[in-house]
């Protein structure tokens, strides 16, 4: 649940920066949504920080390094291209996650994952893609951080599980926001928005997508898999089109409320431990489940045990 709140509201990220595009440059965003975000959960967690110890701080570098990528990437790749092909791409993490898992780890990709991978992408794609697809230079930044992102979620899967996760999650913050001010400095004109409509972007990316949905992505990721994370990932889409409707009047065609459907299943499928959740429900009819059903049935009585059957 914590992955899908953090999920919800990096889907209302795409919203946040059209936003706040409009009056800074990239890199200045960037900075902006995670130096403030430091500073709110830093003072929240200080004394987590104050005990931090080396490792966790090599890990927040090595966690921050990678979502510097990931936000570069993303955030020139919502400029260039449509916010449609933008929402499809990055969402293209949940294929790479379970192949770079393979390749690294050597994990089998079971029959129950490539399912929900499959719905996933049909899913996604139903929803987004309203015309004709071609590649185009935002189109690439948005692979490129489809697969960063993927990289940032196998990594942190295996460095949330030996630190202190909440200290962790407070550092990659830190890190990712003096590497995006640094570029900025050199690269663009640094300033702060401008107006109101600007202010309420970079405050939005700070507070929820930022500070709350990574602290909550790097402490909840601690109890699952990287795969069943970047399968979660694919609801981000949904969230998207949903925050378009309600506060930018954009509405989903049918082909979209299919899509939508279709992503939520692929989510259940994923998550539900070993398929039982819908593909190995007991049939209330066969003989074993009516035995257990009469054994929870016996009752104690004056006479012994007796069992109540209708």
Known sequence: MM????????????LFMKMGLQSVEPFNLIALRFIIAFIITGCLFYKRLVRTDRRTLLYGFILGVNLFFVFTTVTFGVRLTSTSNAGFLVSLTVIFVPILSSLLFHKKLTLQL??????????????????????????????????????????????????DSIALGVW??????????????????????????????????????????????????????SEHTGLIFTLEPVFSALFAFLFAGEKLSVKGYVGAVLVLLSVLIAVSKSGKLLFQLPFPFKRSSINRMKNSLEVKSPKGKQSISR
């Open 3 to 14: 992955l899908v709140i953090a999920t919800m509201f990096w889907g209302s990220s795409y």
């Open 114 to 163: 490539g399912l929900g991978i499959g719905l996933a992408l049909t899913g996604i794609g139903l929803l987004t893609l309203k015309t004709h697809f071609v590649i185009g230079t935002g189109d690439f930044y948005c692979i490129l951080c489809a697969l960063f992102n993927a990289i940032y979620f196998i990594t942190a899967n295996k460095l949330t599980r030996n630190s």
């Open 172 to 225: 990659q913050l830190g890190f990712t926001g003096v590497l995006s001010g640094l570029f900025s400095l050199f690269t663009e004109t640094t300033r702060l928005p401008g107006n109101t409509e600007s202010w309420t972007a970079v405050l939005g990316l700070s507070l929820l997508c930022t500070a709350v949905g990574y602290i909550m992505q790097t402490s909840a990721q601690k109890f699952t898999t």
